[in-house]
């Protein structure tokens, strides 16, 4: 029995409750959905401005290598101790390299050619050589890596890096349909980067370029979107909150009036509920379903009232009925017992004796 009535237990919730939290769960889809689908499009929009510059940077810095001299130069000049050579053709191939990443200061530039082991490249030059200190890589320095594909790839044609540091890939060739570029991160931040191949006068490939670019910007903008929506969702979900609220409001008054003319009826005060319902006739200034249920409600309330009225009539003529009804039957009851019936036998004789009396004396 018990458990039963904890089954059949059941719990009230207001309709106005339920309209809020039916329109703050549609809010949050809809908002959510929304949100993904801005945070995508910024997102794609951002790696595709970067992809544009990324594409025009390593165009720009191909066309000015000499591929004559930078296959002279790494078949020719010899390191020093430092990493570095004394040979100006690495210099002067260094500085066009510099004079670009002053142009664009997000792009780390290089050149390499493939190495003799496995996985492995050997870079020539770097931009990072003319700081001060210098960064990057020195004068035919030996760098092995499982994912050399993009990097090889682009002693071919221009490539770009579409999967994440780590993932082994050949990376896809700029141009070719679904190639997009994709950031990957390391030790020094997040980057995005493209290869191309470096020819000589006679149209041979002789080595390539590599240049890194810096993809914070995208993680910039990512982290705008999200402190924006976060402002957006909270200034939108209080304002959602008092609107529906106050909408609710607006839906759910009619219905708790009639709920309370309903109760007024199961008390019998007839006069109270029709306050109520003629109160919310007079706040209703644009009528609707509700206003007409109102109508009906009072309709059904005078009809109620007026039934009532009557069988309170009738039930008072059945009690006068029933009532005359009960006298008569004692009566019957009385006049027909063996009692009153021997005594109006006697009542009789004690009459007839009388009128004896009264003939003998008249004669």
């Given at each position: 029995?018990?458990?039963?009535?904890?089954?059949?237990?059941?719990?009230?919730?207001?309709?106005?409750?339920?309209?809020?939290?039916?329109?703050?769960?549609?809010?949050?889809?809809?908002?959510?959905?929304?949100?993904?689908?801005?945070?995508?499009?910024?997102?794609?929009?951002?790696?595709?401005?970067?992809?544009?510059?990324?594409?025009?940077?390593?165009?720009?810095?191909?066309?000015?290598?000499?591929?004559?001299?930078?296959?002279?130069?790494?078949?020719?000049?010899?390191?020093?101790?430092?990493?570095?050579?004394?040979?100006?053709?690495?210099?002067?191939?260094?500085?066009?390299?510099?004079?670009?990443?002053?142009?664009?200061?997000?792009?780390?530039?290089?050149?390499?050619?493939?190495?003799t082991a496995p996985n492995e490249l050997i870079f020539v030059t770097s931009g990072g050589a003319l700081n001060?200190?210098?960064?990057?890589?020195?004068?035919?320095?030996?760098?092995?890596?499982?994912?050399?594909?993009?990097?090889?790839?682009?002693?071919?044609?221009?490539?770009?890096?579409?999967?994440?540091?780590?993932q082994k890939n050949n990376g896809c060739v700029y141009g070719t349909p679904g190639c997009k570029v994709e950031m990957y991160s390391d030790d020094f931040g997040s980057w995005v980067s493209a290869f191309a191949p470096i020819k000589n006068s006679k149209g041979e490939v002789v080595g390539a370029i590599g240049v890194d670019f810096k993809a914070d910007y995208v993680r910039e903008v990512q982290a705008a979107i999200l402190k924006k929506v976060y402002i957006a969702f909270a200034i939108t979900y209080v304002s959602l909150f008092f609107l529906v609220f106050f909408i609710s409001n607006v839906f759910t008054r009619p219905i708790l009036t009639l709920t309370k003319a309903a109760e007024k009826i199961g008390e019998g005060d007839y006069k109270g509920s029709l306050v109520f319902l003629s109160n919310a006739g007079e706040s209703s200034n644009f009528p609707d379903e509700i206003e007409t249920l109102d109508k009906v409600f009072q309709s059904m309330i005078d009809k109620v009232y007026t039934r009532e009225q009557s069988l309170r009539k009738q039930v008072e003529q059945l009690k006068i009925m029933i009532d005359d009804s009960k006298r008569k039957k004692q009566v019957e009851e009385i006049v027909e017992s063996e009692f009153f019936q021997d005594l109006k036998t006697k009542a009789q004789k004690i009459r007839d004796n009388q009128g004896r009396k009264k003939t003998g004396g008249e004669a």
């Open positions: 029995m018990n458990n039963e009535k904890k089954k059949n237990k059941v719990f009230f919730i207001s309709l106005r409750i339920k309209l809020l939290i039916g329109f703050t769960l549609l809010f949050t889809v809809v908002f959510a959905v929304a949100f993904y689908w801005f945070y995508q499009f910024s997102t794609d929009l951002a790696m595709q401005r970067i992809t544009d510059d990324l594409v025009n940077t390593i165009q720009g810095a191909a066309k000015l290598i000499d591929g004559d001299e930078f296959q002279a130069l790494y078949t020719e000049a010899t390191p020093r101790e430092d990493g570095y050579t004394d040979d100006l053709r690495y210099w002067s191939q260094a500085k066009l390299l510099w004079s670009v990443k002053q142009i664009e200061p997000r792009a780390g530039i290089y050149t390499y050619i493939k190495g001060d200190p210098p960064t990057g890589a020195t004068f035919m320095e030996h760098w092995t890596t499982d994912n050399v594909g993009p990097n090889l790839s682009g002693l071919k044609e221009l490539t770009l890096q579409d999967t994440p540091e780590g």
